[in-house]
Each structure stands twice: as structure tokens, then as C-alpha cells.
């Protein structure tokens, strides 16, 4: 298996290079579409890196008490609901037991929830927001030829980048995989 590499930043003009190398996607042919997708994840991830995190820390500035509140009640609530998970027997008890702690607890964490629900607001924007960046830009850039061979290099295995690596966990690469894989396998029987 090939080693992780991160690709280099490319250059604004290789990035946004102009209308003329942008075109709407064929919204009809969702495979070319999904291929234009994940082709430019694979070729601009250190540039949708760069951009993801100057939104994030854009967005953290214009509410950073907001920002911190909401990331540090999002670690609670994680934290919260492990610890919940593994002490199911405990909450039950309680729940049975003191069912009118359990409803105080239960009232209290939902006020909280509720007062905190603007910073919460803030912080998914500073998470969504570059990611509405990330998709329009590739779905509307047009790939290249460096970004096509790019993209089978990865493809084939040759190459493993980060993207590389999420892409393939959330099983984005598995059907190109066996396309290339399948023909691979006819040439070399020809």
C-alpha cells in the first residue's frame, strides 16, 4: 500500500483559473457529476483545507465567545452522552428511583441547550459554510488532465492523499475502484 501524501497547495490560477474552466454540472448524468466531485476533492484538498480553515477562523471571529461556548457544549454533550451510554444501569436507576432529580436534570440541560441555541447556530455555520464552498467549487470547476491523472493514480492505489482516505471510508471510490480493477484484468488476459 502506497504511503499518505498531502497534495501541494496549487496556485490561484491553477485554482480559479476563470470563468471559461467553470461550467454547471450536468445535473441529468449524476455519475459524471459525482466523478467532476470527487476528481477536484482529490486534486485541490490542500487548497479546500486552506479555505475551510480561513472560513472557519472568519467565522469564529465575528462570535468567538459564541464559537468557544458552542464547541465547548458540543464536547459536553459528546462526553455526556458516552457517559450515558455506559451507565445506562445508573440513569435508569435514577430515572426510577429520584425520577424527580432526573426531570430537574433533564429540564436544566434542556435550558441550557436552548440559551446556548445561537452560538450553536454560529458554530454549524463556521462548519457548513466552508463546506458549501468546498462543493460549489467542485462541482463547478471543470477537471484538467494533470486532475484526471491525478485521480486515477489515487484511484488505482498508487497514491494515497487524506481526501484519498475519507473518500474511500465514506465508499466513494469502491465502484471506480472495481471499474479499473475490472479493466486492468481484461488487458492483462488480451
Known amino acids: 500500500m502506497a504511503k499518505v501524501e498531502?497534495?501541494?497547495l496549487?496556485?490561484?490560477?491553477?485554482?480559479?483559473?476563470?470563468?471559461e474552466r467553470f461550467c454547471k454540472p450536468d445535473v441529468n448524468?449524476?455519475?459524471?457529476?459525482?466523478?467532476?466531485?470527487v476528481s477536484n476533492l482529490l486534486y485541490y484538498q490542500t487548497n479546500y483545507i486552506a479555505i475551510a480553515l480561513v472560513a472557519f477562523i472568519v467565522v469564529g471571529c465575528l462570535n468567538t465567545e459564541g464559537m468557544f461556548a458552542a464547541m465547548a457544549l458540543g464536547s459536553a454533550?459528546?462526553?455526556?452522552?458516552v457517559w450515558a451510554v455506559e451507565n445506562q444501569d445508573f440513569m435508569g436507576s435514577l430515572k426510577r428511583v429520584n425520577p424527580v432529580v432526573f426531570g430537574i436534570g433533564l429540564t436544566v440541560t434542556s435550558y441550557i441547550l436552548l440559551c446556548m441555541l445561537g452560538s450553536i447556530m454560529w458554530f454549524l455555520s463556521a462548519i457548513s459554510l466552508p463546506?458549501?464552498?468546498?462543493?460549489?467549487?467542485?462541482?463547478?470547476?471543470l477537471r484538467n488532465m494533470k486532475n484526471k491523472m491525478e485521480y486515477k493514480i489515487e484511484a488505482?492505489?498508487?497514491k494515497r492523499s487524506p481526501m484519498g482516505h475519507l473518500l474511500l471510508a465514506l465508499g466513494q471510490q469502491e465502484e471506480k475502484l472495481m471499474?479499473?480493477?475490472?479493466?486492468l484484468e481484461e488487458k492483462l488476459k488480451d
Open 6 to 8: 498531502v497534495t501541494p
Open 10 to 19: 496549487r496556485s490561484w490560477e491553477d485554482f480559479f483559473p476563470g470563468s
Open 29 to 37: 448524468d449524476l455519475t459524471r457529476w459525482g466523478n467532476r466531485v
Open 77 to 81: 454533550i459528546f462526553l455526556g452522552s
Open 131 to 141: 463546506l458549501a464552498l468546498i462543493l460549489a467549487h467542485a462541482s463547478y470547476r
Open 156 to 158: 488505482v492505489g498508487l
Open 179 to 183: 471499474k479499473i480493477q475490472n479493466y
